[in-house]
């Protein structure tokens, strides 16, 4: 009988195991998890603080006997794998009757990731949230002490969620965020609009804060603040849990994660890694990268099932990562997917960057709200690289289409052609995935945008600020130095604008548009100012 060994009973390797039986009812299949449970929805335990999600049960997909009885998977919880003997192919097992040797002739290792601990002097009372047992231990500190205040270090998803769960128990929530801004995958002009909305609801928000001690009540700050937090919570990242893997033997990245091919070996042909301790291969650069997300490590686990069973052929190769992801704080959704600006530009590409502020859907239907997106674009093929969507309805919606777009090497101008489901409670006879495709093919033809951080060079470098808004808006804020023309006045002052560059710009970039196609048929150097003075007022934002 055939023998495959599963090191971790999550994601990747719960999706590994169940695959695997149902293409192979001889094989013996044992999974073994280092902690009590398997098969948990890790991604809701935040949700369970607040009691959002009222039953801990909720959280626990499959038992060990569940497994036993539907797939019959021998699932051994609270079992470690300490080490791996290659040359007899069996793996130390240490758990609760002891220690053991097993034989295997596969070996897929799913361990998962271990959350990264600073270190902070007073760094042991920090709790993280990664298993249900971190769960437990967060929800028996707040239940027997009733604690009134938090922090958590960290602004990426866990920690953001993991906050707007404690402000519903009525707590004091402080995040603590090393970087200058939250949210790693947003570039910074789309992370203020999160940081804004998450202090509107009562959560503080701390970026380029270096965290030096933890006391018995409190988090010191580098910068001498010192922050209430009866409970404190590292949130900071993951690391692969790649201990296993070194003991062996076997190659790991610069980064930690565990080295495999297209189809998830390892350097050693009978070992196998997924899941977030093994690299991915980035989309846009072909390189490798890690990528800590759920519906990846299921999607590998399908295609390494596949493998040891014998289905190898062109369907079995895992495709590069796009790295698709959203995370929704107080009815505010951010998602992202691919490469942020800041990632592209650090690759040193030629980028061309677009931002449009259209409504959800039909703006005259009840429910409408403002959805805020950006496309970062190679300026020398037209492929998308990434995308970012924060708003209060719809983000997922257009993720998904771009990222779909981006699966399929669709050009960004080609997104105008897009045909998509409209009614005007869904979407806009004019959705913002083709609006995004009508501002790419603008420029395409001709017409030059200035970011919002280029507004000080544009000044420097001669450029007259027109705001081409009513005085209503302008007198509400503007560039510096801008003078007020608005755009149905435009041809009424063509003669002392001639002569000048001018950057124009408007509150979301439409009008700005049509002030430049103006302008410039009359023979005047204009720009527009992307996304407007809404997106210069985000990017500019304390």
Known sequence: MTTTVIVGGVAGGMSTATRLRRLDENMEIIVVEGTGHVSFANCGLPYHVSDTIPKRSSLLLQTPQSLRARFNLDVRVNTLATAIDREAQTVTLV???GTSQQHYDYLVLSPGGVPIIPPIPGIDRALTLRTVEDLDAIKEQLDSTNAKSAALIGGGFIGLELAE???KRGMDVTVIEKAAQILAPLDPEMANIVTKHLEKNGVKVITGADTTAITEKTVELKDGQSINAELVVAAIGVRPRNELAVQAGLEVGERGGIKVDEQLRTND????????AAEKIDAASQAPTLVPLAQTANRHGRLLADIIAG???????VKPTLGTAIVGLFELAAGAVG???KRARAEGRNVRIIHLHPMSHAGYYPGAAQLHLKLVIDAETDLILGAQAVGRSGVDKRIDVISMAMRTGMKAQELADVELAYSPQYGSAKDPINMAGFIDDNILRGERTFQWYEV????NDGWTLVDVRTPGEYERGTLPGAVNISVDELRDHIDELRGKKLLVNCQVGLRGHIAVTILSQYGIEAANLDGGYLTYSHGTQK
């Open 165 to 167: 769960n404690l402000v």
């Open 269 to 276: 042909p009978r070992i196998f890694a997924l899941g977030d």
């Open 95 to 97: 758990g609760p009757d």
């Open 456 to 459: 000080e060079d544009a000044i």
């Open 311 to 317: 289905r190898d052929d062109d369907r079995t190769t």
């Open 339 to 341: 490469w942020n600006e």
